[in-house]
């Protein structure tokens, strides 16, 4: 029993020792951070006998109340909250953070709590994103708004990320070259919200176009559906890359090319119009590959039906069956559409005559329905051959 106790009491000793040093440490950092905020705290702009750092807090105070009385305050500084802004950006986490999480399972509640008071591992981060949020009230455009908002891109806090892009969609245009690092840095946060900041921006950040296609052919996971909908939202300037990527050996590269063709086909009458105006130009490959996403645009238009009615008798057996499965999925109910299908009945090529009579016995009774109305769909440039 006394071995035991000898062995005991040096263990004791270390883990209070250990304990202790644990204290002096986080007391330390700080320090460190105390000074820090200290120097940020210097030439803040005042509003109502409130610094404006005390402003930016209440962003996050749970009553709206003073949650808008704080919008008020930031909006009223307007561009002299910036610089001040744009420091707190850039507030570090505690330099002890990481590893005093790490411990935190194993410390003792008495020295838990008040360590975690002490250390307030959270706060930074808590004070940038509300920094991002604040300039969302001004002009984030200013001088050094811009950079310090890029950098926050790369934050390890989401929430801090999401405000950032949120702040640089609002500048619009001279953020795209922020918005494209964003799709780079290999921070799934990052690509998200860059992505989503560039579709809100639209047509002006169609520079990033080759960009988002990079994302939609090379990333994995939810990037590549977002990105086909953000190359949508950037207008029909995607779609002689998205064209050369249908004829790609790899077949995950064309599934996610049509894609996103189809999405631009369904949301954008223009773009449909030129993608058929432009099919019959076009080489074999392209054109199977096209027929793929004409086939699941939805909703269908009499537009669409007839075209692919017309392309019934492609000379390639392979686009053939593809528009005809997508006369059978849908295009049932146009006006004239039977007619035009009973025309291809007289077709010189076999393959033409017999896929027509398909889709006509397929469509049955529903072919003589009257047309519903086609959706109003948004204009687009006239071409995107």
């Known amino acids: 029993m006394s071995t035991n106790s000898t062995r005991e009491t040096p263990a004791a000793g270390s883990n209070l020792l250990w304990k202790v040093g644990v204290v002096l440490w986080a007391v330390a950092g700080l320090g460190a951070l105390m000074v820090w905020l200290l120097r940020a705290q210097r030439d803040q702009p005042v509003y109502g006998g409130r610094p404006l750092m005390n402003w930016v807090n209440d ?11 704080a919008e008020a305050a930031i909006r009223a500084l307007g561009t002299n ?10 507030a570090p986490d505690p330099p002890f953070k990481d590893r005093y999480l790490a411990l935190q ?14 250390v307030n591992p959270f706060g930074a981060a ?37 405000d950032a892009a949120e702040a640089l969609a609002r500048i619009g245009k001279p953020a795209v ?29 169609a520079e990033a176009i080759p960009a988002v296609l990079d994302v939609l052919i090379q990333a994995e996971g939810a990037a590549p559906g977002q990105a086909a909908h953000t190359l949508w939202r950037l207008g029909p300037g995607s779609m002689p890359l ?35 105006e432009g099919f019959s130009d ?35 057996p392979e686009v053939r069956e593809q528009v005809a499965a997508g006369l059978q999925a ?25 896929l027509a009579a398909s889709v006509l016995a397929t469509l049955g009774p529903a072919s003589s329905k009257p047309a519903p109305v086609e959706p109003a769909r948004v204009e687009s440039p006239p071409s995107v051959r």
Request: glycine residues 6%; proline residues 7%; positive net charge.
């Open 81 to 90: 909250a910036v610089p001040t802004l744009g420091r707190a950006l850039r």
């Open 126 to 162: 808590i004070r940038r994103m509300n920094a991002a949020r604040a300039l969302t009230l001004v002009e984030p455009s200013a001088a050094g708004a811009l950079d310090a908002l890029a950098a926050a891109l790369e934050d390890p806090d989401a929430r801090v990320v999401a």
């Open 59 to 69: 962003l996050a105070n749970p009553d709206m109340a003073a949650r808008a009385r």
């Open 177 to 205: 070259p922020a918005l494209v690092a964003g799709l780079g840095q290999g921070n799934r946060d990052a690509l998200s919200h860059a992505l989503a900041a560039l579709g809100r921006i639209g047509p002006e950040a």
């Open 242 to 276: 998205l064209y050369e990527r249908l004829t790609d050996a790899e077949s995950q590269v064309r599934d996610r090319a049509v894609e996103a063709i189809t999405l631009q086909a369904a949301n954008d009458y223009g773009t449909l119009r030129a993608v058929l």
């Open 105 to 118: 399972p194993s410390l003792p509640q008495w020295l838990n709590a008040p360590l975690y008071r002490l």
């Open 330 to 354: 849908g295009m049932a109910g146009f006006e004239g559409i039977a007619a035009a299908l009973e025309a291809r009945l007289g077709s010189a090529d076999p393959d033409t005559r017999r």
């Open 282 to 316: 076009q080489p074999v490959m392209v054109r199977r590959q096209l027929a793929r996403a004409l086939r699941q645009v939805r909703p269908p238009t009499r537009r669409l039906a007839f075209a692919l009615v017309q392309a019934l008798e492609d000379p390639d």
